[in-house]
């Protein structure tokens, strides 16, 4: 693991793994409440923590931009979505801030925390992100946009229409492809015929860059690196980070019908929140005693967020078609 960069401090390391703890503590909670018949889908992040809290840190949300898709969970803690909020979207309670429960849990928009709607639908996200920062480019500004998308979706067409554009046009994008070698059930090399999505970025005219995606300072760096080239005017980048998705595609799927037992096992030699423990405490950065408090303080919090938000009802009928429909002022019919 890579030297600390000067620019990130012991606060700023615990406060990324404190956030990563979070995340697996609320993901696994969700995971228990669909055994339970409470929450009808989810898509773990348990294997992305690290990366994704890594590239929300080397960024800054107060301008940039962050395009999503659904295994996000880290991305939108470190964002500050509340784990109240992220949990009254799978149980479909009311108050529910990105769709009002209307949606796929995930989907939606949250203007608070300045994320673009988003969804399930593979890619789609990526002429989305290009045109976000086209705009920020023609009005001038010095933000940067992200967009997170998986291996499965380097193969959409939408990728490559994306990142052909944003070559031409030297648009300030970085594209984070979180590789986890499963598209679903489809391994990476029945994906594609090379052994990298980074390798495809020349093909763009600009750079492609492969990362081990549990190890969160090299993800920092990469993400830094790349924004400072975006900002420089030097145009886009493609971060590729292989981490592991430890669990299946969703709660619907298993995923020991088509990975084999050893690659199981081996993935979970690979669970960023144990090498980013191990990492803090050999730099005597944490102790275990820390460690075990700040696992305690996620336990805690997501018992209480549990109890809350199971105790909220369910949006009420008669709220069935707000927002679908304009109302003028004094009308008693929606038009």
């Given at each position: 693991m890579?030297?600390?960069p000067?620019d990130l401090?012991?606060?700023?390391?615990?406060e990324?793994?404190?956030?990563?703890?979070?995340?697996?503590t609320?993901?696994?909670?969700?995971?228990l409440l669909n055994?339970?018949?409470?929450a009808a889908?989810?898509a773990?992040?348990?294997?992305h923590?690290a990366?994704q809290i890594?590239?929300v840190?080397a960024?800054d949300?107060?301008?940039?931009h962050f395009l999503?898709y659904?295994?996000?969970f880290?991305v939108?803690l470190?964002?500050g979505?509340t784990p109240?909020?992220?949990?009254?979207?799978?149980?479909?309670?009311e108050?529910?801030?990105?769709?009002?429960?209307?949606q796929?849990p995930?989907?939606g928009?949250?203007?608070?925390?300045?994320?673009?709607?988003f969804?399930?639908v593979?890619?789609?996200?990526l002429?989305?992100?290009?045109?976000v920062?086209?705009a920020?480019?023609m009005?001038g500004?010095?933000?940067?946009?992200v967009?997170?998308f998986?291996d499965?979706?380097?193969s959409?067409?939408?990728?490559?229409?994306?990142?052909?554009f944003?070559?031409?046009?030297?648009?300030?994008?970085i594209?984070?492809?979180?590789?986890?070698?499963?598209?679903?059930?489809?391994?990476l090399?029945k994906q594609?015929?090379?052994?990298s999505v980074?390798s495809r970025?020349s093909?763009y005219?600009f750079?492609?860059?492969?990362?081990?995606?549990?190890?969160?300072i090299a993800?920092?760096e990469?993400?830094s690196a790349?924004?400072?080239?975006?900002?420089?005017?030097d145009g886009?980048?493609?971060v590729?980070?292989?981490?592991?998705r430890l669990?299946?595609?969703t709660?619907?799927?298993?995923?020991?019908?088509?990975r084999?037992?050893?690659?199981i096992?081996?993935m979970?030699?690979?669970?960023?929140?144990?090498?980013t423990?191990?990492m803090?405490?050999?730099?005597?950065?944490l102790t275990?005693?820390?460690d075990a408090?700040?696992r305690?303080e996620?336990?805690?919090?997501?018992?209480?967020?549990?109890?809350?938000v199971?105790a909220?009802g369910y949006?009420?009928?008669?709220?069935m078609?707000?927002?679908?429909?304009?109302?003028?002022?004094?009308a008693?019919d929606?038009?």
């Amino acid at each position: 693991m890579p030297e600390r960069p000067e620019d990130l401090t012991t606060a700023d390391l615990l406060e990324m793994y404190r956030t990563m703890v979070l995340s697996r503590t609320l993901d696994e909670r969700v995971w228990l409440l669909n055994r339970q018949g409470k929450a009808a889908i989810a898509a773990s992040a348990q294997g992305h923590e690290a990366s994704q809290i890594a590239t929300v840190k080397a960024l800054d949300p107060s301008r940039d931009h962050f395009l999503i898709y659904y295994r996000q969970f880290t991305v939108m803690l470190g964002l500050g979505t509340t784990p109240s909020e992220l949990l009254s979207g799978f149980l479909a309670r009311e108050g529910e801030p990105m769709s009002g429960a209307r949606q796929f849990p995930l989907h939606g928009a949250h203007p608070r925390v300045d994320l673009f709607s988003f969804s399930n639908v593979v890619a789609t996200q990526l002429p989305q992100a290009v045109g976000v920062a086209l705009a920020d480019k023609m009005r001038g500004s010095d933000a940067v946009t992200v967009v997170f998308f998986g291996d499965g979706a380097a193969s959409q067409g939408d990728t490559h229409e994306a990142m052909n554009f944003a070559g031409i046009h030297r648009l300030p994008v970085i594209f984070l492809c979180e590789n986890n070698r499963y598209a679903i059930s489809v391994p990476l090399s029945k994906q594609m015929p090379v052994d990298s999505v980074a390798s495809r970025a020349s093909g763009y005219g600009f750079p492609g860059v492969v990362i081990d995606g549990t190890d969160m300072i090299a993800v920092y760096e990469a993400v830094s690196a790349a924004a400072a080239r975006a900002r420089a005017g030097d145009g886009p980048t493609l971060v590729e980070v292989n981490v592991e998705r430890l669990l299946p595609h969703t709660t619907d799927d298993d995923h020991t019908r088509y990975r084999p037992p050893d690659d199981i096992e081996a993935m979970k030699r690979r669970d960023p929140i144990d090498i980013t423990r191990r990492m803090l405490i050999s730099r005597g950065l944490l102790t275990d005693e820390q460690d075990a408090g700040l696992r305690e303080e996620a336990r805690k919090t997501v018992n209480t967020v549990t109890d809350e938000v199971e105790a909220l009802g369910y949006p009420s009928v008669e709220t069935m078609y707000d927002h679908l429909f304009a109302e003028s002022p004094g009308a008693g019919d929606r038009a």
